[in-house]
T-cell receptor, first 114, second 111 residues
């Protein structure tokens, strides 16, 4: 399976600021995704990170709030912009890879907005 | 789009008992059904999956069954152990977009 790392693992931020989360994979993958998981909830897809083009956002998520970059097949960033306490959540990077094209998750970034 | 319903939301069993978690899906084109285990504070881990060309798959104490006609699939855990305590998520993939997840089942195995 792909080895996925995320930075930072956690952060506490002030409202109105922005945070950029990095996701690094140890092998080239075709599909990379960003999810949000609020406490006690399921996994909500924010967007699909497309290499070399704009990300594909799910309903309820917009590029101005969650800009995403994917400069190559092993790296992506998610920025949470102009944060409010409602953005407090765990943000997870996910990739499709491996011999059987399975989907794996990174360790997550726990964000608290004060 | 796809809709995945998962039941129960919580499940308490005694160590050694079996546990069954059930999911239904809406899109008949869905052809891949993974199950994830998420321990407290950790990432979701893929524990088993099944594709639509088989009806059952087993890996040691866990098994998954799929009924394509009824559009439901289930996770079975036998001889449960305290370390099986976690939140379990089912998901479905139709090949057209991305995985759709169920809302999760919190499994508590009491010693």
């Amino acid at each position: 399976s792909a080895v996925i790392s995320q930075k930072p693992s956690r952060d506490i931020c002030q409202r109105g600021t922005s945070l950029t989360i990095q996701c690094q994979v140890d092998s080239q993958v075709t599909m990379m995704f960003w999810y949000r998981q609020q406490p006690g909830q399921s996994l909500t897809l924010i967007a699909t990170a497309n290499q070399g083009s704009e990300a594909t956002y799910e309903s309820g998520f917009v590029i101005d709030k969650f800009p995403i970059s994917r400069p190559n097949l092993t790296f992506s960033t998610l920025t949470v912009s102009n944060m409010s306490p409602e953005d407090s959540s765990i943000y997870l990077c996910s990739v499709v890879g491996g011999r059987r094209n399975e989907q794996f998750f990174g360790p997550g970034t726990r964000l608290t907005v004060l | 789009g796809e809709n995945v319903e998962q039941h129960p939301s919580t499940l308490s069993v005694q160590e050694g008992d079996s546990a069954v978690i059930k999911c239904t899906y809406s899109d008949s084109a869905s052809n891949y059904f993974p199950w994830y285990k998420q321990e407290l504070g950790k990432r979701p881990q893929l524990i088993i999956d099944i594709r639509s060309n088989v009806g059952e798959k087993k890996d040691q104490r866990i098994a998954v069954t799929l009924n394509k006609t009824a559009k439901h699939f289930s996770l079975h855990i036998t001889e449960t152990q305290p370390e099986d305590s976690a939140v379990y998520f089912c998901a479905a993939y139709s090949g057209y977009s991305t995985l759709t997840f169920g809302k999760g089942t919190m499994l508590l195995v009491s010693p």
